[in-house]
């Protein structure tokens, strides 16, 4: 009940109403009361701990992203003089999902500071963090925004940390984080792990395949795990297993992970079949690396059940 929680209100400005799938309007996924909701539940749950973000120098950011991406996203938010106005730039992207807002660009920095917040946190000594970021990141490039990312929270973080020791990133965000494996492709100081759908099926498309492992120095650093559409609890169970033997033998000083809840069975963008209470199991799982762990907010849509799954991912790590 003891473990960090990271939050900060700049979320809420960042609120995109829409998304453009296959040239229609639809409603956006990414909704700003994911984040209320969790620590809403958190709350009731009895969870006390909870920390405010502080601000972090740009230059954290500059490492990972390229420093005109970053310029331009600030400037296009800041130019922007309608809070509901969406623009949808043509530069830097990838894809209709991903608008830009007046609110955008400090929602972004600050995610990236909930993030390093709790990176802090566990460098200084705590076992456990758990940094509610809003936008995510882990499709976010050195300079290109997707699926609903900005700045890269995970990375940043991993990248702050690897200063201190060895670092393995697990993703388990329903989608391939293409961003991060791309940014840490060629290190071996950060070692990327991922469990995510078939990328045939669904976004990003363009990576997340088994024989993507890394180049030149980064060779068999980064190690993903497909999975069909529609995967349940057992074989979901068996892979998290193997991957988590991956990183034991990497023998990481820390673990970031990308944590996405759209692998719920009820997820409105989602396809796996896990249910609440094996989000308990997942903990639990990633409790026995033993090692100091920084929760990074990723996706996960179904908003009411939200708070649950993290109440029992944080469950299963403190147990
Ligand atoms: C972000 B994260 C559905 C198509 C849009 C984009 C998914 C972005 C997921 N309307 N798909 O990894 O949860
Ligand atoms: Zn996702």
């Known amino acids: 009940m003891d473990i960090p929680i990271i939050y900060s209100p700049a979320h809420l400005r960042h609120s995109p109403q829409f998304e453009i799938f296959e040239g229609e309007k639809i409603p956006h996924a990414e909704k700003k009361e994911r984040i209320e909701e969790i620590k809403k539940t958190l709350i009731q749950k009895g969870y006390k701990t909870f920390v405010s973000s502080k601000s972090f120098p740009i230059t954290h950011i500059t490492k990972i992203h390229q420093?005109?991406?970053?310029?331009?996203?600030?400037?296009?938010?800041?130019?922007?003089?309608?809070?509901?106005?969406?623009?949808?730039?043509?530069?830097?992207?990838?894809?209709?999902?991903?608008?830009?807002?007046?609110?955008?660009?400090?929602?972004?920095?600050?995610?990236?500071?909930?993030?390093?917040?709790?990176?802090?946190?566990?460098?200084?000594?705590?076992?456990?963090?758990?940094?509610?970021?809003?936008?995510?990141?882990?499709?976010?490039?050195?300079?290109?925004?997707?699926?609903?990312?900005?700045?890269?929270?995970?990375?940043?973080?991993?990248?702050?940390?690897?200063?201190?020791?060895?670092?393995?990133?697990?993703?388990?965000?329903?989608?391939?984080?293409?961003?991060?494996?791309?940014?840490?492709?060629?290190?071996s100081d950060v070692f990327y792990v991922s469990l995510h759908v078939d990328p045939t099926v669904k976004f990003p498309y363009i990576s997340g395949f088994s024989d993507e492992t890394g180049i030149g120095k980064g060779k068999g650093f980064t190690k993903n795990f497909p999975l069909p559409l529609g995967t349940a609890e057992n074989t979901y169970y068996k892979t998290l297993k193997k991957a988590i033997s991956h990183i034991k033998k990497f023998n990481p000083d820390y673990l970031v992970v990308s944590l996405g809840f759209d692998t719920f069975e009820n997820d409105p963008i989602g396809g796996f079949k896990l249910s609440i209470p094996f989000y308990r199991t997942i903990g639990k799982e990633m409790s026995y690396l033993n090692t100091p762990t920084l929760l990074i907010q990723e996706g996960g849509y179904a908003v009411s059940s939200l708070g649950e799954m993290a109440h029992f991912i944080l469950k299963g790590l403190s147990l």
């Open 67 to 187: 420093k005109s991406y970053i310029e331009f996203i600030r400037q296009k938010s800041n130019s922007l003089k309608d809070v509901n106005f969406e623009l949808y730039p043509s530069y830097y992207s990838m894809d209709t999902y991903t608008p830009i807002l007046r609110g955008t660009f400090d929602a972004a920095k600050q995610s990236v500071d909930v993030a390093l917040t709790g990176a802090s946190l566990i460098q200084k000594g705590k076992k456990i963090a758990y940094g509610l970021c809003r936008p995510p990141g882990h499709h976010a490039d050195s300079n290109i925004m997707g699926g609903y990312c900005y700045f890269n929270n995970a990375a940043v973080a991993a990248d702050y940390l690897s200063l201190h020791g060895r670092v393995a990133i697990l993703d388990i965000d329903f989608h391939h984080g293409n961003g991060t494996q791309h940014i840490f492709y060629e290190r």
